[in-house]
């Protein structure tokens, strides 16, 4: 079992930045590699970007390239998404998950990842 615990969400303006975290626990956290999604009201949950179990492997969606960074701090089994300059369409509910990383690394697909946390909103204004 691994728990995930999000936090950081917030109101933020147009071309401001917000960090995300996301504390995961349980005896086997560092054999998962971890992912963020997010979802809004009627639509799918999707891909925002994933790290590996080391923090050496990340992956991006196109529309946050350049604007998000992932990175992991394994001493303190957090993982965190720096956000800048936000856009209004980067409003959503964010959601951290976790996979396991020898089978699952490089999947997008939300119906892959094996646990979630509760996810935290955020929310930006134009």
């Known amino acids: 079992q691994v728990q995930l615990v999000e936090s950081g969400g917030g109101l933020v303006q147009a071309g401001g930045s917000l960090r995300l975290s996301c504390a995961a626990s349980?005896?086997?956290?560092?054999?998962?590699?971890i992912g963020w999604f997010r979802q809004v009201p009627g639509k799918e949950r999707t891909f925002v970007a994933a790290?590996?179990?080391?923090?050496?492997?990340?992956s991006y969606d196109d529309s946050v390239k350049g604007r998000f960074t992932i990175s992991r701090d394994t001493a303190k089994n957090t993982v965190y998404l720096q956000m800048n300059s936000l856009k209004p369409e980067d409003t959503a509910v964010y959601y951290c998950?976790?996979?396991?990383?020898?089978?699952?690394?490089?999947?997008?697909?939300?119906?892959?990842?094996?646990?979630w946390g509760q996810g935290t909103q955020v929310t930006v204004s134009s």
């Open positions: 998950a976790a996979v396991l990383f020898s089978t699952g690394w490089g999947s997008r697909s939300p119906n892959e990842y094996d646990y």
């Open positions: 790290i590996s179990t080391t923090g050496g492997l990340s």
């Open positions: 349980g005896r086997t956290s560092s054999s998962y590699a």
